[in-house]
């Protein structure tokens, strides 16, 4: 199936598709709120998006002129109402359909061998906790660049346990 996802799925019926997955996509999409709605809606009750995205520090990030969305550690979180353990709760008034989040990492990947064993280490570390998460983005995050965000988000559907 071929379509241009900044016009979302019009062919596809609500509540119709168990999971969606990208990969270093949704940082090209023009009209990326209107896509996130569309992934609400065609997803079923209980169905995921699995995302992987380039963190906003990461220094390949930048060079792609095609790039259109920066992300961080709370992008994925202004589309939830569930941030009870977040140190800065961000606003999610903006947009009626929720999503959970249901896993949240943040990736760090070097194309330089060296520095991958280093990277390994500070990964298991920023990811131990949501406080480590935010500690890392707020204080570290331009020392040590992370490569990506990768989450998983399940939809808040009316009705549905």
């Not at 065609?42 to 792609?64: A, E, I, Q, T, W």
């Amino acid at each position: 199936m071929i379509c241009d996802l900044n016009e979302g799925f019009p062919f596809l019926p609500d509540d119709s598709v168990d999971e969606i997955y990208s990969h270093n996509t949704l940082e090209h999409i023009d009209k990326l709120l209107l896509l996130m709605d569309e992934i609400h809606r065609v997803l079923k009750p209980g169905g995921r998006k699995l995302v992987f995205v380039p963190h906003f520090s990461n220094p390949y990030y930048y060079s792609d002129p095609t790039h259109h969305h920066f992300f961080g550690f709370y992008t994925f979180y202004y589309f939830s109402d569930e941030q009870l353990h977040l140190k800065r709760p961000v606003p999610s008034f903006y947009f009626s359909r929720k999503f959970v989040v249901e896993r949240l990492r943040l990736r760090f990947i070097s194309p330089f061998r060296v520095i991958n064993v280093m990277y390994q280490l500070v990964e298991w570390l920023v990811n131990l906790s949501p406080r480590t998460q935010e500690l890392y983005e707020h204080s570290f995050c331009y020392l040590i660049p992370c490569y990506g965000v990768e989450a998983t988000l399940r939809p808040v559907k009316a009705g549905a346990p």
